[in-house]
């Protein structure tokens, strides 16, 4: 009896000391990945539980490693974004000064108005970038309040044409619309829906090169412009923020038209999709009738 007792106490101690080692052989790797190694952790331990302790923390490490990839990558485009934002914002504000500028030192009317009309021109495009990063910054930051109705969609859409008028005359374009029914009416947001025809009117001007068109199928609005071979964008990646299709085209753009397209038309419990086809870009939209 006494002597079944002194191997169980010695087996005891073995395994106590063999476990206290293990422990210690973790807590030293654990202490190595702390100071910045990558290693994964190891045991030669036949426990089950320790074991099992040593696959989950190699789990969660692995998900900390894939989260800190993550975060230094959207750290990185975060401060791509802001440089090129600033860049945008710069241009017409450069612009502008220098109009004023010339205009300031000319003594020829006709050429003063010219210079102070392109600097307009130039504060326009200002003003409009900023209204879109203050919109963004509700959307993201603060709860974005809606008050949903039911409208009827043609007249809001004429109305945000006609604010385009001047604009589309200098382009020598005229817009399609194609309505199968003029009493075509959706529920959403008056001022949010109105931010959306802006956003894509404005964005056919800016990157298209024409044939503008806007119709109606069944519940779907689709806006669709022709597109430079050269300029065509990912229709996977053209709702993102800050998303170009040709950076170095920057057309007084700040890249977050169209994320605010798709933010507002999601908070109306809306459906938007893309697609290219045959250098035209199809923006389909679909909200609840």
Do not use: W
């Not at 395994?15 to 293990?22: C, P």
């Not at 170095?248 to 605010?260: D, E, N, P, V, Y």
Request: hydrophobic share 40%; charged share 25%; with cysteine.
């Amino acid at each position: 009896m006494n002597l079944l007792l002194v191997l169980l106490c010695l087996c005891f101690g073995i395994f106590y000391v063999r476990l206290r080692m293990d422990i210690h052989n973790l807590s030293a790797q654990l202490a190595e990945i702390h100071r910045g190694s990558h290693m994964e952790l190891s045991t030669n331990s036949r426990q089950k539980p320790l074991l099992a302790l040593c696959r989950n923390l190699n789990q969660v490490l692995a998900a900390r490693d894939r989260a800190h990839m993550r975060y230094e990558k959207a750290e990185k485009q975060l401060k791509q974004n802001i440089t090129s934002l600033a860049h945008d914002i710069r241009t017409p504000l450069t612009g502008a000064t220098g109009y004023i500028q010339l205009a300031e030192e000319c003594e020829n009317e006709t050429k003063k108005n010219h210079y102070l009309a392109a600097a307009q021109k130039r504060l326009t495009e200002l003003k409009d970038m900023l209204e879109e990063m203050f919109l963004y910054t509700k959307l993201t930051v603060e709860d974005y309040s809606l008050s949903i109705e039911k409208l009827q969609v043609l007249p809001l859409l004429g109305d945000c044409l006609l604010s385009f008028y001047t604009k589309f005359e200098d382009a020598n374009l005229e817009p399609k619309v194609l309505f199968a029914s003029e009493d075509f009416s959706v529920q959403a947001d008056e001022e949010a829906l109105r931010r959306v025809f802006l956003n894509l009117i404005q964005n056919a001007l800016l990157h298209g090169t024409g044939n503008i068109t806007i119709l109606q199928q069944g519940n779907i609005l689709i806006f669709q412009n022709s597109l430079a071979p050269d300029s065509l964008p990912d229709p996977e990646q053209i709702f993102d923020r800050f998303y170009k299709a040709d950076p170095a085209r920057r057309k007084g753009s700040s890249g977050l038209g169209l994320f605010i397209v798709k933010e507002l038309i999601q908070k109306m419990d809306g459906q938007i999709s893309a697609a290219l086809e045959n250098d035209c870009l199809k923006i389909s939209i679909l909200l609840p009738v």
